[in-house]
């Protein structure tokens, strides 16, 4: 009798990295992004903070911050290129010198309706339906959660 013997996957083969997979696919996901932010003048970083903003406006930058997980070194320059182009303006806290408050401008909020059309139009170039969307959502974000705790 000749039985087959099991072999182990090679760990540290590209293909059965999950890290790779999550990249990758993060990578399409932001390439698909691109001509559709293109036509409303943002880059996907802009457009994150964006969303930050048409939830909750005259926000701190450190709550688009914790909202995005990014510093405010990464912050800054982003949002003023974004103070540049019309969309928002920055204005020291009241209470708070140090801690400074975006604002969308008219034009900001203005974009919120053309942005609109975005997510369906992802939501079709991905080739999934909305449930299974929303699943591998709540399972990236439980991910981050565990990964960030340790």
Same mark, same amino acid.
């Given at each position: 009798m000749n039985e087959s013997v099991k072999k182990e996957p090679d760990l540290l083969a590209l293909d059965n990295q999950f890290c790779f997979a999550l990249?990758?696919?993060?990578?399409a996901l932001t390439k698909s992004y691109?001509?559709? @932010?293109?036509?409303? !003048?943002?880059?996907?970083?802009?457009y994150l903070v964006m969303l930050v903003l048409w939830e909750q406006d005259h926000i701190l930058v450190k709550e688009i911050g914790n909202a995005l997980f990014l510093d405010s070194g990464t912050l800054t320059p982003l949002l003023k290129r974004m103070e540049a182009a019309g969309l928002l303006e920055r204005h020291r806290d009241d209470s708070d010198e140090r801690q400074v408050r975006i604002i @969308?401008?008219?034009? !900001?909020?203005e974009l919120k309706k053309a942005a609109k059309k975005i997510p369906l139009k992802i939501l079709c170039a991905s080739g999934q339906d909305q449930d299974t969307l929303m699943q591998?959502?709540?399972?990236l974000s439980e991910l981050r959660a565990n990964l960030t705790e340790k």
């Amino acid at each position: 009798m000749n039985e087959s013997v099991k072999k182990e996957p090679d760990l540290l083969a590209l293909d059965n990295q999950f890290c790779f997979a999550l990249y990758s696919a993060s990578l399409a996901l932001t390439k698909s992004y691109k001509p559709l @932010l293109e036509q409303l !003048g943002l880059t996907y970083p802009q457009y994150l903070v964006m969303l930050v903003l048409w939830e909750q406006d005259h926000i701190l930058v450190k709550e688009i911050g914790n909202a995005l997980f990014l510093d405010s070194g990464t912050l800054t320059p982003l949002l003023k290129r974004m103070e540049a182009a019309g969309l928002l303006e920055r204005h020291r806290d009241d209470s708070d010198e140090r801690q400074v408050r975006i604002i @969308l401008t008219d034009s !900001g909020k203005e974009l919120k309706k053309a942005a609109k059309k975005i997510p369906l139009k992802i939501l079709c170039a991905s080739g999934q339906d909305q449930d299974t969307l929303m699943q591998l959502r709540s399972q990236l974000s439980e991910l981050r959660a565990n990964l960030t705790e340790k």
